[in-house]
């Protein structure tokens, strides 16, 4: 019976979500599409050099989940580069990992993706007085006043 696929906890949303071979006009160019997911898994794996199960930890799934998620990366990305497609970043199954604000110093606190803020400590003075920002970063948008998309 197939179950809904578990969603994968990413860091962050990417800077880019569009790279396309210089001079190919965008019409009749062909694209790969990478989900963030799969970004987040060449990331974790090959741009921080995590191991696996570290890499499955830190995205909230399997081992065997994260393989997965990196072999298809990898044969996208090859194809991409290959082939002379354009890559599109967009899609996939992910959930933003949390951060927290301490209270006392004002550092920002990543969670450990679920959510419970009230076992964290401030990584810079180690206060257990973490709040969520005040961003509106929420499944429901606000009518009003919606668009200022400024992170960080
Ligand atoms: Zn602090």
């Known amino acids: 019976m197939p179950r809904p696929p578990k969603r994968r906890t990413v860091d962050a949303l990417p800077q880019h979500d569009y790279f396309k071979p210089p001079g190919a006009p965008l019409?009749?160019?062909e694209e790969v599409r990478l989900s963030v997911d799969e970004l987040e898994a060449l990331r974790l794996k090959d741009k921080e050099g995590l191991n696996h199960?570290?890499?499955?930890?830190?995205?909230?799934?399997s081992r065997p989940t994260f393989h997965r998620i990196l072999a298809s990366a990898h044969r996208k990305v090859a194809e991409a580069l290959?082939?002379?497609?354009?890559?599109?970043?967009e899609g996939g199954r992910f959930r933003l990992r949390r951060s927290y604000l301490c209270s006392h110093?004002?550092?920002?606190?990543?969670g450990?993706?679920?959510?419970?803020?009230?076992?964290?400590?401030?990584?810079?003075c180690g206060s257990e007085e973490l709040v969520r920002p005040a961003s509106g970063r929420r499944r429901?948008?606000?009518?009003r006043g919606g668009g200022s998309g400024g992170r960080g």
Do not use: F, N, P, Y
């Not at 199960?53 to 799934?61: H, P, T």
């Not at 290959?82 to 970043?89: H, L």
């Not at 110093?105 to 990543?110: E, K, L």
């Open 27 to 29: 019409s009749g160019l």
């Open 53 to 61: 199960e570290a890499c499955a930890g830190r995205m909230q799934v």
């Open 82 to 89: 290959t082939e002379g497609k354009a890559i599109r970043i």
């Open 105 to 110: 110093c004002g550092q920002i606190v990543s």
């Open 112 to 124: 450990d993706g679920t959510g419970e803020a009230d076992v964290l400590t401030c990584s810079s």
């Open 140 to 143: 429901r948008r606000r009518r």
